[in-house]
């Protein structure tokens, strides 16, 4: 019995030294390697398009127009980014700027469902001249521009500055209803837009629908909807683009305030987006030719309080947009 008991005590130590062994080694296999945080990033991108339409109005007289943007961004957490960002793009200005180089910075925290940005964006535009529509001794500048060789004569009758830079401070606040979902809104304000002496304030809502992944198959082409309605409010313009000694607005007139939107679909494979998008405004061809100061505007009978001329642009009207553009970032694209 005394042997049996030995043997049996035995084999209890063997199997439990056994099991206990095959127990270790499974708790002393490696834990995969911890990734390190890395807060930097930089996104870059680049477009072309049928035409540069912002807030409803063509910055490129509905013609072509290229662009590119360099971001690098600073992630304090997953929830908190901190960015500076250039971008550039071509446009058609009465002053004859052929650029629009943007300057912007600002912070992005998500909470939730939201996300936020909250920044600065400057706008200049580099290259222009005095654009007058009076003639002095031979030389343009006998109205509102400085006597000078430079001077651009508009012979709609339009004036526009040499120098339109201008800034904005702006609020964007999205939120995810689900993968497919998305809805937002804008704000922006300018104590001086486009160096006019007018304030503006912009406002708009926004939504978004993504279509599932695998609306086109395994392709890897993937599909949304998305638009925007906004409104765009403005102060009085300084006496550089009044209407005229003796005129209800000799110092300065009255900017219209307008209604925008923009409704378009797009398609996206890898890190290319094709945009097709329907873009309008409710300002008329008159109060748009005032705005704007418009190189090309025609005709007599547009004829508004604070376009007295009566030249008309169409450069607020509908528009399409074809717009062919690729989106990278370091850690994503070039690891």
């Given at each position: 019995?005394?042997?049996?008991?030995?043997?049996?005590t035995a084999l209890a130590m063997v199997t439990t030294g056994s099991a206990f062994a095959a127990d270790m080694a499974v708790k002393a296999k490696k834990a995969p390697p911890v990734v390190?945080?890395?807060?930097?990033?930089?996104?870059?991108?680049?477009?072309?398009?049928?035409?540069?339409?912002?807030?409803?109005?063509?910055?490129s007289n509905h013609q072509p127009s290229v662009t590119a943007y360099f971001e690098p961004r600073y992630n304090?957490?997953?929830?908190?980014?901190?960015?500076?960002?250039?971008?550039a793009e071509s446009i058609s200005f009465a002053n004859r700027a052929a650029a629009e180089v943007d300057?912007?910075?600002?912070?992005?925290?998500?909470?939730?469902?939201?996300?936020?940005?909250?920044?600065?964006w400057g706008y200049l535009y580099p290259g222009g001249s005095c654009a007058d529509n009076v003639l002095t001794g031979g030389i343009p500048g006998g109205n509102v521009c400085g006597v000078s060789t430079t001077t651009i004569f508009l012979a709609d009758g339009n004036v526009m500055k040499k120098d339109v830079s201008f800034f904005e401070v702006y609020g964007k606040v999205n939120y995810t209803i689900n993968d497919s979902f998305t809805v937002g809104a804008t704000e922006y304000y300018s104590p001086n837009f486009l160096n006019s002496g007018a304030w503006g304030n912009y406002a708009s809502l926004t939504?978004?629908?993504?279509?599932?992944?695998?609306?086109?198959?395994?392709?890897?082409?993937?599909?949304?909807?998305?638009?925007?309605?906004?409104?765009?409010?403005?102060?009085t313009s300084d006496a550089f683009y009044g209407t005229g000694a003796g005129t209800v607005f000799a110092n300065g007139i009255p900017y219209k305030d307008y209604n925008?939107?923009?409704?378009?679909?797009?398609?996206?494979?890898?890190?290319?987006?094709?945009?097709?998008?329907?873009?309008?405004?409710?300002?008329?061809?008159?109060?748009?030719?005032?705005?704007?100061?418009?190189?090309?505007?025609?005709?007599?009978?547009?004829v508004?309080?604070?376009?007295?001329?009566?030249?008309?642009?169409?450069?607020?009207?509908?528009?399409?947009i074809a717009k062919l553009s690729f989106d990278l970032t370091a850690m994503s694209n070039l690891k």
């Open positions: 019995m005394k042997k049996v008991a030995l043997l049996a390190a945080f890395d807060p930097w990033d930089i996104a870059f991108g680049g477009a072309i398009m049928s035409d540069y339409i912002f807030r409803g109005v063509t910055q304090v957490t997953k929830d908190l980014q901190l960015y500076v960002g250039v971008s300057v912007y910075g600002g912070i992005r925290p998500t909470f939730g469902a939201f996300a936020f940005d909250i920044g600065v939504a978004k629908y993504t279509a599932p992944s695998t609306v086109f198959g395994p392709s890897g082409v993937g599909m949304y909807v998305s638009g925007e309605f906004g409104r765009q409010w403005f102060g925008t939107w923009n409704i378009g679909i797009g398609f996206t494979y890898k890190v290319f987006t094709l945009d097709l998008r329907y873009s309008d405004t409710d300002l008329n061809k008159g109060d748009c030719n005032a705005f704007t100061s418009a190189f090309n505007a025609t005709g007599t009978t547009n508004t309080a604070i376009n007295p001329g009566g030249a008309g642009s169409n450069w607020c009207g509908a528009a399409g």
